[in-house]
């Protein structure tokens, strides 16, 4: 069964910083990555995703995220973070089997930026 | 175009109750899948419908049910509803293949009193 881990519950951070979100998963065969986000009252969002190739993902709105198969980490990083990123965000994984693509979340870390 | 849609946005039912939650995924998506988040918690699957098959369940029991119509919408049911069923409920579908990303819907907030 997969699993997926999130370190961070919430985080807050003043805009300009860096920001670097964990996200570790659990499951022996190869994955698909995701990072959604859910800014308040909206549907969830994707961000990025990984499923092959270069294990640095550019994703939307300056967010990029690194998939190091040996650590099981897909951790998203942003390098100047904004009042508008605060919201919550998700990672999340699933097994690249067509017809079933069942997502695995994290937890979620919520991040709150302070002008 | 139009994302995914649900409705209702939100529901208030009693404990007891059934209530019935419905999708309507993007044009040309085939795969419908459903998850409950809890407040606090990341959303958890519930079913996965692709070509009216049910293709995945999670871990709920019985008294949920979902089946998936000729023009791919969705339906989810939950019986003798109890307080613990009270979240948000997600919709997302998906074009099926071995690498495809699922589009969410608002949701429906269903509250249990």
């Known amino acids: 069964a997969q699993s997926v881990s999130q370190h961070n519950h919430h985080v807050i951070l003043s805009e300009a910083a860096s920001l670097e979100l964990g996200c570790n998963y659990s499951?022996?065969?190869?994955?698909?990555l995701f990072w959604y986000v859910q800014y308040p009252g909206q549907h969830l969002q994707l961000l990025l995703k990984?499923?092959?190739?270069?294990?640095l993902v550019k994703g939307i709105k300056g967010f990029e995220a690194e998939f190091i198969k040996s650590k099981f980490s897909f951790n998203l990083r942003k390098p100047s973070v904004q009042w508008s990123d605060t919201a919550e965000y998700f990672c999340?994984?699933?097994?690249?089997?067509?017809?079933?693509?069942?997502?695995?979340f994290g937890t979620g870390t919520r991040l709150t930026i302070i002008p | 175009d139009a994302g995914v849609t649900q409705s209702p946005t939100h529901l208030i039912k009693t404990r007891g109750q059934h209530v019935t939650l419905r999708c309507s995924p993007i044009s040309g998506h085939k795969s419908v899948s459903w998850y409950q988040q809890v407040l606090g918690q990341g959303p958890q699957f519930i079913f996965q419908y692709y070509e009216k098959e049910e293709r995945g369940r999670g871990n709920f029991p019985d008294r949920f049910s979902a089946r998936q119509f000729p023009n791919y919408s969705s339906e989810l049911n939950v019986n003798a509803l109890l307080l613990g069923d009270s979240a948000l409920y997600l919709c997302?579908?998906?074009?099926?293949?071995?690498?495809?990303?699922?589009?969410f819907g608002q949701g429906t907030r269903l509250t249990v009193v």
């Open positions: 499951y022996g065969g190869t994955v698909n």
């Open positions: 999340a994984v699933n097994a690249p089997n067509f017809g079933n693509e069942k997502l695995t």
């Open positions: 990984y499923f092959s190739g270069d294990p």
């Open positions: 997302a579908s998906s074009y099926p293949g071995r690498n495809t990303e699922a589009f």
